[in-house]
């Protein structure tokens, strides 16, 4: 019997969730009282901050990204949000499919990178139904001036990532990988006829 790697799936995923719903709330909370809502990491490449924007009458709330990755989909504020929420979902039904498949669960790398991108999907889907928009707070500035990111959108790069090199690598298959073991466990034939030979 293979073993099954499903259970890393969704421990990656749940992980990441985690991690991630933890770095926005915690970040924004300790940028509340920060000057210009900013904290400095690595000086001139990396800062950590949280957006703000002004109302319609002139008070300041949180600034969140109705879109995706990049800054795309930054037209209609709300459609963009129900747009990108509703992919989300659709993501996330697929992938917990995919996870139930036996094919899959025998897979560790496609668990590993299934993992992390559920992991990203379900961050910033909660950000989407709760908040309205993505809450963003990563800025990279140094020789390329990144839009502002999250975790959630780390994993879901790094997921992506990491299907696609496993789509351009040779799989091998089930059947092959029992082939294998089964010629490493078992020793050759002659091999035993010279044990025989030998008085063995």
């Known amino acids: 019997m293979q073993p099954t790697h499903r259970m890393l799936l969704y421990i990656l995923a ?3 969730l985690a991690v991630d719903q933890a ?3 915690g970040v924004f909370a300790w940028l509340r009282e920060a000057p210009s809502y900013r904290r400095e990491v690595i000086p001139g490449a990396f800062d950590l901050v949280a957006q703000r924007k002004l109302d319609k009458d002139g008070k300041t709330v949180l ?3 109705p879109g995706a990755l990049f800054g795309l989909g930054q037209w209609g504020e709300g459609t963009a949000n129900t747009i990108f929420a509703a992919i989300s979902l ?3 039904g697929v992938i917990l499919f995919w996870s139930c498949l036996a094919s899959t669960a025998r897979d ?3 668990c590993v990178a299934l993992g992390l991108i559920f992991a990203g999907t379900l961050g910033n889907l909660y ?3 709760f908040f309205g928009g993505v809450r963003d707070f990563l800025h990279w500035h140094y020789l390329v001036d990144w839009p502002v990111f999250n975790f959630a959108d780390c994993c879901l790069v790094f997921g992506a990532g990491l299907l696609l090199l496993q789509a351009f690598q040779p799989q091998q298959s089930p ?3 029992e082939t294998a073991t089964a010629s490493v466990s078992s020793p050759p034939a002659h091999a035993e006829y010279l ?3 030998q008085g063995k």
Do not use: F, P, W
Request: glycine share 12%; aromatic share 4%; proline share 0%.
């Open 108 to 110: 560790r790398r496609l």
């Open 195 to 197: 044990a025989v030979g």
């Open 63 to 65: 600034h969140v990204n």
């Open 127 to 129: 950000d989407r139904l």
């Open 175 to 177: 059947e092959d990988a």
């Open 23 to 25: 770095g926005k709330y």
């Open 14 to 16: 749940l992980t990441g």
């Open 90 to 92: 659709v993501a996330a």
